[in-house]
């Protein structure tokens, strides 16, 4: 085999070429279902930074009663609408621990704006508003906490990761954390307190950092080199799922609580059936010396007419037959070009990826829609940027298989920056800049094509290759370190996001993240190797070669 450094990729890429034998035909249907099932893992991560954005216009901004729905005694129709502005704009007015204030209407009604309980009270009347469970409302900085906080839950779960990952295995651990999302969504549902909802949010937080994680090795070591690419990024299209799932719920109305309620059930009781019924990673299982096991594992995922025999000897040589490496030998590694260039390289990507904005585009959604003054209702149109994500994720299924690695984040990187700028300029005309009229249209096709292009290259791709690129003596110490570097990335940048909108103005806060995807092409352009077609002891050989 001959590798290509300057070209970033490998040469021959034929197997035939390579005098590698013929094992059989494989059978692609079990790793498509052992992936699918273990990507529900990704369709809840995607559900916990979609939540916010539904969640906090509702916690934040309680609706008040529409007079509309409650002719009073004189003039109805027209006292309704002379009184609804001053109603929202008494109630605005209060601050958090004031007392509720009372509005006087003309015929001496009167509207209690409690903001745990309020009702419509009539002096001709006894009828009033159906009473209204106790509620929570939030500040601006509890608000800021609850959409943010689950990002340093998933650092301390990528902390936790390793080390279990590297005990127990993936689906053992996505076994594990799964009861304690569902328990968090229920809390979430039926909590009273500002208390209740944040820790609710770090538990949800550590365990994403566990599963996402656990999920994203778990595809990679079962796929097959010729479909690993289109599998591993499975995830990603689940986390878009899960964006448009929970978006379509804050559409229906369902409420911040129930939506929780669903959301905790409808994705984690598969996820926990589904996941128990499938063998560990093969490559986990040639690391604890279990040959046998892994024999099994590899015949039930390549199918019973495929010789595994080559593969799994390959696959027995990287995991060393067994040996283990300690915590402190995983660290000494870090020495070695041929682990630190492939790790700092997977951090990289993280650190440019997050901070051009992804996840900030998740959670204030509505909050940019709404600041934008769109036309068009501002959860619908989240809905349709999550119909966006779902759609480049799709695209990127196929994309990250046909163009590559290394085209896909460069075209992606250059894609994504000139949407944040239009969305910035769209921001700049707003404000009256140089008296160009903006248009309306524009917030709307720019978060489209920003998350259409996001969701097809430069979200999945860091995940697949973070995981491709460490070798399997490092890889479960190295993907939870890449990982706590990523979550860090996500809260720094979902945290400033409203900080740098009051102090900026979105239009700079958003060519800044215009610049930080082009330093991803430039990243990408010097250090990334092309891993399409490789096997992961391959991509290990390559970067092996550094070493001399």
Known sequence: MVFSLSQREWRPADPKAEGKPASGTIKLWPQVLVALTASLAHLSLGTVLAYPAIAVPQLTKPLLPDPSQYPLKTGAGELNRRHNTTLQETFNQSQVGEAPPLVYLLDNSTVSLDRLNYTLTRSD??????????????????????????????????????????????????????????????????????????????????????????AQIYNVEIAHESVRGSLTCLTDFFVGLGLLFTYALGMSGLGWRWTAFTLGLVINLPLIIGIAMFPDSPRWLATRGRKEDARKALSFLRGSNYDVSAELENIMKAGNGGSKNTLGQQVRSLKNPGVYMPFLTSCGLFIFTQFSGPYVMYSYTIYIFQAAKVSVNPYLSSVLVGVARVVGSAVGLVVVERAGRRPAMMVGGIGAALSLGCLGFYFFLQNGHGGVRYEQWLPLA???????????????????LSSELLPLSFRSLGSAVSKIVFYLASMVATCSFPTLKENLGPEVVFPLYAVSALSLVLLVWKTLPETKGRSLEEIEEYYKGLNK
């Open 125 to 214: 009347t006894s009828s009033s508003l159906p009473p209204r469970p106790h509620e929570v409302w939030l500040s601006h900085s509890q608000a800021t906490w609850f959409a943010s906080v689950h990002t340093t839950g998933a650092i301390m779960g990528s902390v936790v990761c390793g080390p279990l990952v590297s005990s127990m295995g993936q689906r053992r651990a996505i076994l594990i954390t799964s009861p304690f999302i569902l328990a968090s969504w229920l809390t979430i549902w039926a909590a009273s307190l500002f208390s209740l909802l944040v820790s609710a949010r770090l538990v949800l937080g550590i365990c994403i950092g566990v599963t996402g994680t656990a």
């Open 446 to 464: 720019s978060m489209i094509s920003y998350t259409l292009i996001v969701g097809a290259t430069i979200s999945p791709i860091p995940f697949l």
